[in-house]
């Protein structure tokens, strides 16, 4: 699947909950100044105690204020459906519409991705069921433990009637939603749509994956980031990242201001093991290729790439080489930073780097890549840490190749460009 400029798809709106806070000013500012909030994963029972063997996790705050949902009705909501309920909320009044604005359309639709929602409770649910019985169960809790449920909640509370999607492909989750929100207005199926991801860091997966020995374990202070030469396993993490997209003539209909435009979006899948990320480099650095082609964009005139590298070894080289093929000899002239240094891998992560390249075209700035020490130069790319780099942006390009073989990309523009 593939499009391009031709589609007139555009963002008006952005909303965030991530673990720098809530809303997209928090996590803009953080990671423009290079920051990662990081802390030990809550120990539960079998697991390690103490900072030595504890699960590094990018977490989003216990705290949240609920805003304008009912007390009894935020009482009521997963953790899941609350950050994407106060994300999307925001991604609404940010474009205009809701309360502080005009009315949101009620054809607007939401497609989100996940990777992890419905986990945890559905987890809670069947320990209550064969603990303690099924006259215990609670009612309440069995309607979140589906991986729609966000999905469902932002159109109750926001009163959206659209089409409303949920996808679930692995780390590639949340930027297949914006993919497919884009295919669904191209198509006329909606004029405007909530797209992006959610996730939060369910106790049953951290066990896994720290089991596996997948990801990355010690002090936060010490923890190292993707593309570091002593990079030592992914960051779990959650947060909310949602964008309202448009097409282009309802946006100009009601006057909204454009953020960027959509320049070109395509996906694809890899046959591999579907706990098993593809080896081989020429399938997806040929969908780059093709997808800037179709849109008429030069590799050189972007302004920066946000990676897919996640700190484990095999993915972070992968990525790499991917990159290599796809840019050939513009490999060292294009900024790459991978944004999971602070904000952890998950399928929401993917929409999150959407999020942040509509924002840097938005404000001018290329961020770094987060918790880079030292920068593997075997990678060959062109990579840096610390503060943002401060400079106009024209365009951004958006990858992801998740575990199982899903593949999308991404590009976005400054209006015009």
Not at 13 to 34: E, M
Not at 297 to 319: E, K, Q
Request: glycine share 12%.
């Amino acid at each position: 699947m593939s499009g391009a400029a031709g589609d007139g798809v555009v963002i008006t709106g952005l909303g965030a909950v991530s673990p720098f806070g809530a809303g997209v000013g928090a996590l803009i500012t953080g990671l423009r100044r290079g920051a990662a909030v990081l802390s030990p994963y809550p120990a539960g029972e079998g697991a390690p105690q103490g900072r030595r063997g504890s699960t590094i996790a990018a977490l989003a705050p216990d705290r949240l204020d609920p805003g304008r949902i009912p007390p009894n009705a935020w009482r009521r909501l997963d953790r899941c459906s609350r950050l994407a309920v106060l994300a999307a909320a925001e991604a609404i009044e940010n474009a205009g519409l809701g309360p502080a604005g005009g009315p949101t359309p009620a054809e607007t639709g939401v497609v989100l991705g996940t990777m992890t929602a419905g986990a945890d409770p559905l987890r809670e649910f069947l320990e209550c069921r064969f603990q303690e019985g099924s006259e215990a169960l609670s009612p309440m809790l069995f309607a979140t433990t589906v991986a729609n449920a966000p999905a469902s909640q932002c159109s109750i509370h926001l009163g959206l009637r659209g089409p409303n999607l949920t996808l679930s492909q692995m780390e590639a989750s949340g930027l297949a939603a914006i993919v497919r929100a884009c295919e669904l207005i191209a198509g006329g199926a909606a004029a405007a749509i909530l797209a992006g991801g959610v996730d939060e860091v369910p106790r049953i997966f951290e066990e896994a994956w720290r089991r596996l020995r997948l990801c990355a374990t010690g002090d936060p202070v010490a923890c190292r980031g993707p593309f570091d030469r002593n990079r030592g396993g992914f960051v779990p993490g959650e947060g909310a990242y949602l964008l309202l997209l448009e097409s282009a003539a309802h946006a100009r209909e009601r006057g909204a201001r454009v953020l960027v435009e959509v320049a070109a979006h395509a996906g694809l899948h890899i046959p591999v093991a579907p706990h098993a990320r593809p080896r081989e480099t020429t399938a997806m650095a040929g969908l780059l290729r093709r997808m800037l082609a179709g849109a008429g964009v030069a590799p050189r005139s972007l302004g920066w790439i946000a990676a897919r590298a996640d700190a484990t070894r095999h993915h972070d080289r992968h990525d790499a080489q991917v990159l290599q093929l796809f840019l050939g000899d513009a490999s060292r002239d294009v900024p790459v930073s991978s944004l999971k240094g602070a904000l952890g891998a998950a399928g929401a992560a993917s929409a999150a780097a959407v999020l942040v390249a509509a924002a840097s075209i938005r404000d001018g700035f290329v961020p770094s890549t987060p918790r880079l020490v030292e920068p593997d130069e075997r990678l060959g790319l062109q990579l840096f840490s610390g503060a943002a780099r401060e400079r106009p942006v024209e365009r951004a390009l958006v990858e992801e190749v998740a575990t199982g073989g899903a593949c999308a990309a991404l590009v976005l523009a400054r209006p015009g460009a």
